[in-house]
T-cell receptor, first 115, second 118 residues
Framework: GAVVSQHPSRVICKSGTSVKIECRSL??????MFWYRQFPKQSLMLMAT?????????EQGVEKDKFLINHASLTLSTLTVTSAHPEDSSFYIC???????????FGPGTRLTVT | AQSVTQLDSHVSVSEGTPVLLRCNYS??????LFWYVQHPNKGLQLLLK??????LVKGINGFEAEFKKSETSFHLTKPSAHMSDAAEYFC????????????????FGQGTILTVHP
């Protein structure tokens, strides 16, 4: 139980385009989902917290207009990187909590490369 | 406020020898503490967690960790390393609610890369 998937696992896009990453909770309802970013050889940094049906809460320094987060259902959250640039290349990981325990379950991550 | 410091960025051991990955935390409230493992280009797998119950926590794959409040530490150990243990390990802290459950933001340590030599 408590499986989280991400799609795609890897994506390459050209500078200036937008790319959408999906995060799904497969066997539980996720009231809250989190988006993290991990640069090479670095730790995970929380980008934003999203609750189903409401606006995401972004961490300081994260541009909300660049990283659009939508959490329209209890099983799906999306992260859209708009007008991507090479410096946005990173490993993006989502996690989800099932209301009872609040423990976060992590997805397998999405490797974004912007050329 | 909360923070985590992993004292070693790299640890190298021989197969069959003990593993010690060190973690110190700082928290202004009762913490929940976790160890996660990440293999290259993979997501995070939970090894074990402490959420205010027994201070010695046993996890998967033979790992265990001991919560020492007086030392603000949560070191990860394993008696005998296996080649498959080679990965990056993250110590993580979060707040704990009145019911003893982790909630809220996770704060990650910087990570420790474990290398296991044959």
């Amino acid at each position: 139980g408590a499986v989280v998937s991400q799609h795609p696992s890897r994506v390459i896009c050209k500078s200036g385009t937008s790319v959408k990453i999906e995060c799904r909770s497969l066997d539980f309802q996720a009231t809250t989902m989190f988006w993290y970013r991990q640069f090479p050889k670095q730790s995970l940094m929380l980008m934003a917290t999203s609750n189903e049906g409401s606006k995401a809460t972004y961490e300081q320094g994260v541009e909300k207009d660049k990283f659009l987060i939508n959490h329209a259902s209890l099983t799906l959250s999306t992260l859209t990187v708009t007008s991507a640039h090479p410096e946005d290349s990173s490993f993006y990981i989502c996690s989800a909590t099932s209301g009872g325990t609040y423990e976060q379950y992590f997805g397998p991550g999405t490797r974004l490369t912007v050329t | 406020a909360q923070s985590v410091t992993q004292l070693d960025s790299h640890v190298s051991v021989s197969e069959g020898t003990p593993v010690l990955l060190r973690c110190n935390y700082s928290s202004s409230y009762s913490p929940s503490l976790f160890w996660y493992v990440q293999h290259p280009n993979k997501g995070l797998q939970l090894l074990l967690k402490y959420t205010s119950a027994a201070t010695l926590v046993k996890g998967i794959n033979g790992f265990e960790a001991e919560f020492k409040k007086s030392e603000t530490s949560f070191h990860l150990t394993k008696p005998s390393a296996h080649m498959s243990d080679a990965a990056e390990y993250f110590c993580v802290v979060s707040p704990t609610n009145a019911g003893g459950t982790s909630y809220g933001k996770l704060t990650f340590g910087q990570g420790t890369i474990l290398t296991v030599h044959p």
